[in-house]
């Protein structure tokens, strides 16, 4: 490596923020499992599906568009939702091979006294910035991870439980 590249002030700052942003979720997450009984992954997902019209049921594919997630990680983090009985899941009567999800009673309650996730936060920060600068920053990240090997691995939510 160039002597050079690595006293680039601006990678500091780029590792620095990376930190930060694992250090939020990390210490998020343990916050919400002792408080709450559930994991900063499925708090996200929960207010994910809390967006938009109140009483509003989505589909899976609905709910992974809305916390920019792939649908079998949704999936997943429902499946334990449902089991804290936070989350509904119901059938369509026209369609039943489509379901749909809502809170619980449960689950609206939790929300109301929990804070908000550092996922929701990050994706408020990213609406600030101007679609061009979003599609930049998404190209430079995805070429940065591909340059070093780490675009393999699923993007899974941070610190899902397995």
Known sequence: MEASKVSDKSIG??????????????????EVEKEYGITGAQLFVLQALDQGAPGQVLTINELADRSFTHQSTVSEVVARLKTKKLVVQRKSEEDLRKTFLSLSSTGKSLLKRAPRSPGAKLVEGLLELSPKERSQLASLLSRVLHTGGLDREPAELFFQEK
């Open 13 to 30: 700052v780029v590792l620095n923020s990376v930190r930060r942003l694992i250090r939020s979720y990390r210490l998020f997450s343990r």
